[in-house]
Each structure stands twice: as C-alpha cells, then as structure tokens.
Nanobody
Framework: VQLQASGGGLVQTEGSLRLSCAAA?????????VAWFRQAPGKEREFVAA???????PYADSVKGRFTISRDNAKNTHYLQMNSLKPEDTAVYYC???????????????????WGQGTQVTVSS
C-alpha cells in the first residue's frame, strides 16, 4: 500500500492550496479513516483533519473553518483544501490511513499505519 501526497507549494498569506493524497494498491474504502497531519520545523507532528469511512470530519481547532477534507471515490483520492492560509500553516503535510483505528484515536498519529511521503507547504507573510 502506498500513499502519495502532492499539491504543496509556496503561497502568500490568505492564499489557497489543495493537497491530494492518492492510494496505490488499495482503495480508500478499505480504510476506516484517512487523515492529514503536519510537522513544522522544530515541532512535533500535529493533527490537521481526518475523514472516517462514514464521512465524519474532525478538524484541529487551528484550521477549522479554513481547511476542508474531502474525498473522490472514483479517483481513489483524498483532498485537503486549504484557504486563508497563514504563515503558521507552514509545514510538511502528510496523509495517513488506517484500517483498524478506533474513532477516539483519530487525532493521534500513532494510530495510523500507512503514511505518504509528505508535501511541503510554505506560506509567506
């Protein structure tokens, strides 16, 4: 199983980016949850957003109202639409998936078995 994250780049404050997470070897329907995490330099990896197989979408408070997680089953791809970006959103963004995660652990990176390689998002002020 391989997850491929893409779509990062350099954007100005208040700009937008859409990240994609494609799965090779397995459809996303086989996963109980897919999530996005991010890690800024010198900081721990943190939860951004997740989507369960049933469609629940928890968000980190710092991105609520600005970021939207979605999926396209036909393309076997998850997306993270990021609007109103701020310099503090600068980080490497990772997508992750789990077949067996319990819902109470959605925000924990240790609960996810499969990870993409990360895509850099840089927001300039």
């Amino acid at each position: 199983v391989q997850l491929q994250a893409s779509g990062g780049g350099l954007v100005q404050t208040e700009g937008s980016l859409r990240l994609s997470c494609a799965a090779a070897g397995r459809t996303f329907n086989n996963y109980r949850a897919v999530a996005w995490f991010r890690q800024a330099p010198g900081k721990e990896r943190e939860f951004v957003a997740a989507m369960t197989r049933s469609g629940s979408t928890p968000y980190a408070d710092s991105v609520k109202g600005r970021f939207t997680i979605s999926r396209d089953n036909a393309k076997n791809t998850h997306y993270l639409q990021m609007n109103s970006l701020k310099p503090e959103d600068t980080a490497v963004y990772y997508c992750a998936a789990s077949e067996t995660i319990i819902l109470s652990a959605l925000r924990s990176d240790r609960a996810y078995k499969y990870w993409g390689q990360g895509t850099q998002v840089t927001v300039s002020s």
